[in-house]
């Protein structure tokens, strides 16, 4: 370590670094453990533990993750003391919990720094994008965003800071995430150790892009397949038909099919169905419209909700009945 590293780690010993974690009722778990396990970690490797966490809620309590694990938490503060907020993901981005932009300005006013993942950012972006000039969020509320507010030009990145306000993707990236804002106060050496402990191969930085965004194709280790994927996704509405993908491609029917099966265990026609149901699943859980208009909207021109239940295994009404129910 040298003179500076080790300077700049006994300041933070000094005056301890302190997080705020906000949750609501179906917080992410895996995002909670990936801010938690890292702090700890680094606790762990340092001289002296430099890091401080409190949960916290909008009211205090217990409160459940969507997997059904409890976390006791303090009631949020008028005057918050710490110098990070982070605010989980939920499974819900309508829930009225990660309406958190009041808090946000408390944090922010006393020069905290505040990160919202995945939901809670896709709720802020919602309520105060115009705000701020570079926002992301995980691709799936990206997509959710774009049906419900038309234009939105939030980026695929891992994260953006954009001041004292981070928005990100959260999931598994929250572990990138959380391991670079530490190397702000223990050493590249530290923060290597921590991310090997955690058997975390690779720190990806803010700017990396999402595996699969809706505008990339995922990575599947083949160009061609790729590029088909892209289309595929570009063409949710209007889906083009499997002759047309391989012109444009510049490969055969059989050649396609092969790829699909080498690396996806699928054919292309099933994948191509696939991609456009859970694109309905989303709107039909986060959006107002109609079971036809989603239909339509994801290529469906008739049969949707036969077919949306023999995949899912219930219509979009009942399912859409039981979550507002669970919701009430």
Not at 21 to 49: G, K, T
Not at 282 to 306: D, K, P, Q, Y
Request: net charge neutral; glycine share 6%.
């Amino acid at each position: 370590m040298t003179i500076t590293s080790r300077h700049k780690e006994f300041e933070a010993i000094a005056r301890q670094i302190k997080f705020d974690i906000l949750v609501a009722d179906d917080f992410v778990l895996s995002e909670l453990a990936s801010v938690v396990d890292v702090l700890m970690i680094a606790n762990r490797v340092s001289v002296s533990p430099i890091f401080q966490w409190t949960f916290r809620s909008l009211h205090g309590g217990s409160i459940r993750s969507r997997t059904g694990v409890l976390v006791e938490t303090q009631p949020m503060t008028e005057r918050p003391d710490a110098d990070y907020l982070f605010v989980i993901g939920n499974s819900n981005p309508d829930n009225p919990a990660l309406s958190v932009g009041s808090h946000v300005s408390r944090y922010t006013y006393r020069n905290a720094q505040v990160f919202l993942l995945a939901e809670a950012a896709s709720r802020y972006i919602s309520e105060h994008g115009n705000r701020h000039t570079a926002l992301t969020t995980h691709w799936e509320n990206s997509a959710v965003l774009r049906e419900r507010q038309g234009v939105f030009d939030a980026q695929s990145a891992l994260a953006v800071e954009d001041g004292k306000v981070v928005t990100c993707a959260g999931m598994s990236s929250t572990m990138d995430v959380v391991l670079l804002l530490i190397g702000r106060y223990i050493s590249a050496a530290a923060k290597m150790t921590v991310a090997d402990i955690m058997l975390h191969e690779r720190i990806r930085d803010y700017s990396t892009q999402q595996p699969f965004s809706g505008v990339k194709g995922t990575n599947t280790g083949d160009a061609e397949l790729d590029d088909c994927i892209e289309l595929m996704a570009a063409n949710i509405e209007e889906p083009l038909p499997i002759n047309e993908l391989v012109r444009v491609l510049g490969i055969s029917n059989r050649s396609l099919e092969r790829k699909f099966r080498m690396y996806l265990d699928t054919t292309p026609n099933t994948y191509y169905r696939e991609l456009r149901l859970s694109k309905a699943n989303n709107l039909l859980l986060n959006t107002t419209m109609s079971v036809r208009e989603i239909g339509l909207a994801c290529g469906f021109g008739s049969g949707f909700s036969s077919l949306y239940k023999s995949f899912f295994g219930v219509t979009p009404l009942t399912l859409r009945k039981q979550r507002r129910q669970s919701q009430s």
